[in-house]
């Protein structure tokens, strides 16, 4: 089992910057690739990004491309994700997934383990 917490969202004007941290727990937590979705009011949960085990591979999606960066430092345990130049559209809650598998993966359903989630705002 593994336990995922994220924290660092809050209030930030558009063309801010945020980082989002994502502690997890657990002594199955090695070899799981991992990866950020978000949620906005009335809509599905989205791809972010995503990055591998050794974190050596990412992927993210589209709209965030140039702007976030997701990385993790295995010794502390912990997933980031920079993010610079926000939008009023990336306003959501940000949730932190890992599988149990080393490689990327995109889509919620491959990811068995989430965190609460924390919010991001977007606003002048």
């Known amino acids: 089992q593994v336990q995922l917490v994220e924290s660092g969202g809050g209030l930030v004007q558009p063309g801010g910057s945020l980082r989002l941290s994502c502690v997890a727990s657990?002594?199955?937590?090695?070899?799981?690739?991992m990866a950020w979705f978000r949620q906005a009011p009335g809509k599905e949960r989205e791809f972010v990004a995503t990055?591998?085990?050794?974190?050596?591979?990412?992927s993210y999606a589209d709209f965030v491309k140039a702007r976030f960066t997701i990385s993790r430092d295995n010794a502390k345990n912990t997933m980031y994700l920079q993010m610079n130049g926000l939008k009023f559209e990336d306003t959501a809650v940000y949730y932190c997934?890992?599988?149990?598998?080393?490689?990327?993966?995109?889509?919620?359903?491959?990811?068995?383990?989430w965190g609460q989630g924390t919010q991001v705002t977007v606003s002048s």
């Open positions: 997934a890992a599988r149990p598998v080393p490689d990327v993966g995109i889509a919620p359903m491959e990811y068995d383990y």
């Open positions: 990055i591998s085990w050794s974190g050596l591979t990412t």
């Open positions: 657990g002594r199955t937590y090695n070899n799981h690739a």
